[in-house]
């Protein structure tokens, strides 16, 4: 008999970055990175779990900008030559370090990372690991759920319903291409929500989606369970909310796990530290430094001098931090027994990328906490939201509040003096997109190339990621940059096609360069789409 | 960023970096360690800004894109790309941004505008912000007098075209009119959409529930393991809610 159901949704997402006019493009390293130190790592550790039959269940977003990197060619072709890259700079570091057996055994851990990775993305994968996710979900572990196509946070378009409808319904496009199903769940990017957003949901099958805790809180009805049960919105479809402290437990810098004195400090990388005529080929051209993957020291304290990383004493930490997490969740249920009438959901979510990326056990912590949840009888039991509301479909009936799980909890990040002024081109540019499918609602031939790539440059604009690092302040002429492109594309489609004039080239250059969602259909832009 | 890093600028790029930051510097001084010094005062500052602007969530998503570690004058991708400052038709958008602050931005047509400011009696432009009560259903009629609780008038400058507004009121309907004021009368210039502010407060819960102490552990379940440490982590109305009613431990 289960005391509470410990829930864990994972958000893998990237924006599309994809630059094939240079030979290395910097801001690629996202999704090098991301794959090296968690997409890899975290495959591996659920088909160890699989294959010592550890009983587990995970809801797994991946963002359709995600899914098309993963899928493209070129990008993955690069993904091969980092990895190589990252091999020889591994085996040069072994050289360099000879003399000190704690560096040695860090590097060595490294090395084995990468070639491990090496392996298993071409032998394994072959070049493909979205079929390792796929291939999770069809053993029963993973639902994989989708987000809006390029993860525009949607609290911004809610006057814009048409671009909303465009978001949802392109990513349930995106989503049965690539793994082959519907998803019946989907990750609202930044748990952005507003009261009305459900019924475009619907209208694209979604069962349930996720909010912040006050969203739940907030919510129009007294919400018995708190964010312990879903809430059922009017139109039937459900909002789970997650759980703040244990959420905040793996979050914090200052009072979670990641923060502990033993694991690997995150911002200490040899690509920053060492000399520049060393490093230089592992960097980027002109003598830009970058993060290597190569990291060797220990978080240690609040202070410039930090201790050598060793991953003994941060695996023993592992094992400590993983029994508080279930402790939590056993003293979390034991509060609630007799409250509900029905066993608690404890969910927490949390962006993919935290771990291993960020927080480098984490992975290795994960798996800790799924052993443990499935070895021993201590009351809880991992299951995905889908299977919740299937044990429990009839909950108590409301509407969220407006809220995100940004700082302060609504739209502040993107929608900040840093960035407000990309609103007024984004909204205009997606009203002249239905203008567009309204003069032209059924083009082929060169007019559908145009209008199709029109339809990809506004869904692209309207990415979180660039108002988002405007707002936080990393890498802000990229994404100032990105928004400039994407406007400036449609824009020159717009005043062609009001000429009666397509350029050709120009067109065919931006298709290859832009060229997420290949079936796209620009009439998803358009009012009469919205009203079917 | 380090001072070694900063070192290997040019002083021209020294100058760019400087103007981004708002730092003030004397172009004939050409004292390059005190620029650097200024720089990385200003620097530190943005950085500690940034980190009281964002809760853990925020932080820790910042760390998918930060791989250099370092300040980025200028991006890789050299493509120039022109975008309008204005679309040229006269509309305004309001959009929300919490329980009690708005975003409003707008345009005015060119030949609207120089046809006012010809006018002899044109006398400015100012914002005319709405509470309503929305009877109807349909938005096209939302500004009628039976609808309107409440307004207010900010003035603004040709030169303005967004604005924040504080709402003042949970809960409640906002919308706003651009209008130009000519002798004394009024003309609207374009209505906004309307929006409506979240409740921010769970207060009537809580006094619904204040005999019912473990429903409400359960209403606010999840955040009693929460300590003050944490000003950002959790919206300021549950914060206050939270804190009033003793519900920090």
Request: hydrophobic fraction near 35%; include cysteine; proline fraction near 4%.
């Amino acid at each position: 008999m289960s005391n509470g159901y410990l829930g864990f949704a994972l958000h893998a997402h990237l924006p599309f970055v994809r630059h094939p006019e240079y030979e290395h493009f910097l801001e690629e390293d996202w999704l090098f990175e991301a794959i090296s130190e968690t997409y890899l790592p975290m495959l591996r550790m659920f088909n160890g779990l699989l294959a010592d039959k550890v009983k587990f269940k995970i809801t797994f977003s991946i963002s359709p900008t995600l899914s098309a990197m993963l899928t493209d060619e070129l990008l993955m072709t690069r993904y091969v030559r980092y990895l190589k890259n990252r091999i020889e700079l591994g085996e040069k570091e072994l050289e360099r370090t000879r003399d000190n057996n704690q560096l040695q055994k860090t590097v060595n851990m490294y090395l084995h990372l990468f070639r491990e990775n090496l392996e298993d993305f071409v032998i394994t994968y072959r070049n493909n690991i979205l079929w390792g996710f796929r291939n999770l979900e069809k053993e029963g572990v993973l639902d994989i759920i989708t987000t809006a196509s390029t993860h525009a946070f949607l609290p911004v378009f809610e006057e814009h319903p048409q671009a909303i409808e465009a978001q949802i319904q392109s990513a349930v496009i995106s989503h049965g291409r690539n793994f082959g199903t519907k998803p019946r769940g989907f990750w609202l990017p930044e748990c952005g929500y507003f009261p009305g957003l459900e019924s475009c949901l619907k209208a694209n099958n979604i069962d349930y989606f996720f909010v912040a805790a006050h969203g739940i809180l907030l919510s129009e009805g007294k919400p018995q369970n708190g964010v312990y049960s879903p809430l059922e919105l009017p139109n039937g479809i459900s909002a789970f909310g997650q759980d703040f402290s244990l959420t905040e437990a793996v979050w914090s810098s200052d009072t979670g796990y990641p923060g502990d004195p033993v694991y690997r400090e995150f911002y200490r990388d040899i690509g920053h530290d060492l000399p520049m005529e060393y490093i230089k080929p592992y960097i980027h051209e002109p003598d830009v430094r970058v993060n290597t993957g190569y990291k060797y020291y220990a978080v240690t304290g609040d202070t410039d001098d930090k201790i050598l990383y060793n991953s003994e004493l941060a695996m023993q930490k592992i094992d400590e931090h993983a029994e508080d997490f279930i402790q939590k969740h056993i003293d979390q249920a034991a509060k609630l027994e007799g409250l509900m009438d029905k066993v608690p959901f404890i969910l927490t979510a949390y962006d993919a990328e935290l771990f291993g990326h960020w927080w480098f056990e984490g992975i290795p912590w994960m798996e800790a906490v799924i052993r443990k949840v499935a070895g021993r009888e201590n009351g809880l039991e991992m299951i995905t939201a889908g299977e919740y509301l299937k044990k429990y479909p009839k909950n108590q009936v409301s509407v969220p509040s407006f809220s995100s799980w940004g700082n302060k909890g609504y739209s502040e990040v993107w929608l900040d003096g840093k960035n407000d002024w990309i609103y007024r081109h984004l909204h205009k540019a997606i009203d002249r997109m239905t203008e567009l499918v309204y003069r032209y609602p059924n083009e082929s031939g060169l007019k559908l190339r145009v209008l199709n790539q029109a339809a990809r440059e506004v869904l692209l604009s309207m990415a979180s990621d660039w108002p988002f690092i405007m707002k936080t302040g990393t890498t802000v002429p990229y994404a100032v940059k990105r928004i400039r492109e994407h406007i400036h594309n449609f824009n020159y489609i717009y005043d062609n096609l009001r000429r009666n004039t397509v350029d050709t080239g120009w067109l065919t250059r931006i298709e290859r360069k832009n060229n997420v969602f290949p079936d796209l259909d620009y009439t998803i832009f358009g009012e009469k789409n919205r009203e079917s | 960023m380090t001072k070694d890093r900063l070192t290997q600028y040019s002083m021209f790029d020294l100058y760019k970096i400087a103007e981004n930051e708002g730092v003030q510097y004397d172009i004939t001084d050409g004292n390059r360690d005190e620029l650097i010094e200024k720089i990385l005062e200003a620097l530190e500052e943005d950085k500690t800004e940034r980190n009281l602007a964002n809760n853990d969530a925020m932080k820790l998503k910042n760390t998918k894109y930060d791989i250099l570690q370092d300040y980025e004058l200028e991006t890789q991708e050299k493509q120039n790309y022109t975008i309008p400052a204005k679309y040229n038709d006269t509309r305004i958008v309001l959009l929300l941004r919490d329980p009690l602050w708005a975003y409003t931005y707008w345009d005015i047509n060119d030949g609207e505008l120089r046809k006012m400011k010809e006018e002899i009696f044109f006398e400015g432009f100012f914002l005319r912000i709405f509470e309503l009560e929305i009877k109807k259903s349909s938005k096209e009629d939302s500004y009628t007098k039976d609808n309107i609780i409440d307004y207010y008038d900010i003035p603004i400058d040709e030169k303005d075209d967004s604005w924040y507004i504080n709402l003042g009121k949970t809960g409640r309907n906002f919308g706003i009119q651009l209008c130009s004021i000519m002798h004394g009368t009024v003309s609207v210039l374009s209505k906004s959409n309307l929006i409506k502010s979240p409740r921010g407060f769970v207060a009537e819960h809580i006094k619904d529930l204040s005999n019912d102490p473990d429903l409400m552990t359960v209403l606010m379940s999840g955040l009693w393991d929460y300590n003050n440490k944490g000003e950002n982590i959790i919206p300021q109305r549950i914060l206050s809610i939270m804190e009033n009613q003793d519900l920090t431990l």
